[in-house]
């Protein structure tokens, strides 16, 4: 009998540290914005679950929403890497400082920041290439806007922001060599009614195509109202306006967080800068509305086609700034080290950079 | 700037600022009964919550707005009992009340995220809307806008005009001199502080049925602390809470429009205008000369137990 106790109670013992050592690899995320809000932290989000359903069992992962980018962020992520995790995703451009912070106190866990330039040993960064995404939305806008003027919502002056701007523009010129822009930044990248009013703001001067670089769909819903055109950001946003609604274009972290993920289980990580575009299935157009006309819809597809060949490369020169100096030389393509430094608009966009 | 697109911006300047208007007319009663509650952003995505749920379920706006000021009242009766009854601290409740209505708003209506409901429709009033540039600006809103108007007059009457108006004063001012005389004074706070929950419910409603039609997390974006600031900025006079409330939505509106025109400001010092003109106009208000013109009610935050006497 107690032979027989003594055997289990050494089995239960080795079962449990069986169990340690099954630890499942800890993933912590950061996101800027909360789930829901149908943009980009939702879309992180949904990468989060899909790298969970990957390794199921494997990898146990945890998320801290709303966190404010700053001395919050320090803390957050502090906190995320004391209780454990192996490998911490920040998802925004304002936790890049606060990352590199914790990353320099916490060699032994591994860091990884979305849309930033500071790297370390444990410090990688991503971004997806948004721009592609953006130049098939000013193609669309170009086609469809009857005023010739097309709105742009921004967040902040950044240079993924002006870069984006930048693609938007010069594909629009290439279908309708009178549009002009007219951007409006909110100084937020969540905040739908401050969205709302700059769409209104936009439409009451004429715009009647919607572009948006802020996370809510509340642009779309402004722009259904008032019988516009808007493209979605960042999730599938047809549902919120679909009159209105060109197509949108989607983010997919899922696969990056896989391999990422993976290689750091393996050992075999390296931090490195990796933008994920169309090639990658990262980004991808979805639901392209049937109530566009046809032109436009096929127009659509043999852009996103194009691009994501590289048939089309929306920063290849000869490009000038819109002070008529040339920033792109003829037959030269914009390095992502020079991507992430745009601080100019191109020629044709009236509006200076907000200093 | 044209005349056309100056009455658009009015127009814009009455929207933007209604939600603030509605919320802080609320709390400004809550407040001259002296009871502090700085739950309503977390009151006020109850209401856009439940204002939405309920109009999405029915199909009816008016149920969606009935929705959204019961759960309002019911938030601010948790947070009446706690700090009425049970002396809890004002801040301290007032501060759990808004991460509890955060968190249990985006809970609720997770379901619900990316649904749309069709929301109020404009009414434009006949005759009055046809009078010449303020006929758009003024009459061409929806019917919540027009329910600010006249609650805005009520509470003004009501605080200014009426004994109701001269209790909820004296319960703020001294709740035991009220007390001595027989009035109620927990029953008061209590039916003020509700009112405040009332009035933040209708402003959620505001936000999710009208200004954006859709619920998504935190989408009043900390327009419940704006309103706040708001009450003190106008020292708890509904005129001047009226007035603060549009100019505020101007700010923020005149900060898109101008960018649209092409004017070379920083965006990031005209986002900045709204806050900055609170602040200053707050540092001239509280500036000592000033202080008798403040008008705080003089036991805003103190809890009053009526068993025991001053």
Known sequence: MKLKSLLLGLGLVAGLSAAHAEDPFKVGFVYVGPVG???????????????????EGKVKTTYVENVAEGADAERVITQLAKSGNDLIFTTSFGYMNPTLKVAKRFPKTTFEHATGYKRAKNLGTYALRTYEGRYVSGVAAGMMTKTNKIGYIGSFPIPEVFRDINSAYMAAKTVNPNVEFKIVWVNSWYDPGKETDAANALMD????????????????????????????QASDMSHFAPNAHIFSVRDDWAPYYIKTTEAVMDGTYKPADFWGGFKDDMLSISSINDNLPADVKAKIQATYDD?????????????????????????????DTELAQVNWYVEGITDAIPQ | MDAELLSQVLFAAIKTGTPLLLIALGEVICEK???????????????????????????????????????????????????????????????????????????????????TVQGFQPIVIPLL???????????????????????????????????????????????????????????????????????????????????????????????????LALVVFASWRVGRIMLGAYLFGLASIMHLVLQGMGWNISPNLLAMLPYVATVVVMVIISADHFKEKLLAPRSLGKPFDPRQMA
């Not at chain 2, 108006?165 to 007390?179: C, M, Q, S, Y």
């Not at chain 2, 004074?185 to 009112?195: D, S, T």
């Open chain 1, 307 to 335: 691009v994501r060949s590289g048939k089309i490369s929306p920063f290849t020169g000869p490009i000038k700034n819109n002070e008529g100096k040339v920033v792109v030389a003829k037959g030269h393509t914009l390095t």
């Open chain 1, 37 to 55: 809000d149908h943009g980009w932290s939702y879309e992180h989000n949904r990468g989060r679950e899909e790298l969970e359903k990957h390794f």
């Open chain 2, 129 to 227: 809307s046809d009078i010449p540039f303020i006929g758009h600006i003024l009459f061409t809103h929806d019917l919540l806008v027009y329910l600010s108007f006249a609650l805005a007059a009520l509470v003004s009457y009501v605080a200014t005009k009426t004994r109701i108006g001269l209790v909820i004063k004296a319960v703020g001012e001294n709740p035991h001199a009220a007390n001595a005389i027989g009035i109620k004074v927990l029953r008061v706070r209590y039916c003020a502080v509700m009112f405040g929950g009332a009035m933040a419910g209708l402003s959620g409603a505001y936000m999710s049925l009208v200004y954006t039609p859709m619920w998504i997390e935190n989408m009043t974006s900390g327009r419940g602390w704006i309103a």
């Open chain 2, 33 to 115: 009964s002296g009871v502090l509650n700085l739950g309503q952003e977390g009151m006020m995505l109850m209401g856009a919550v439940v204002g939405f749920l309920a109009a999405y379920t029915s199909g009816s706006v008016g149920l969606g707005v009935l929705g959204a000021i019961i759960i309002g009242m019911f938030m601010s009766l948790i947070f009446a009992f706690l700090v009425l009854h049970l002396g809890a601290n004002q801040v301290a409740t007032g501060l759990a009340l808004t991460i509890f209505g955060t968190g249990l708003s985006a809970f609720v209506g997770s379901g619900v995220v990316g649904q």
């Open chain 1, 205 to 232: 001067q004429g715009v009647d195509v919607l572009l948006q670089h802020t996370d809510s769909p509340a642009p779309l819903i402004a722009a259904e109202k008032r019988g516009m055109r808007a493209v979605g």
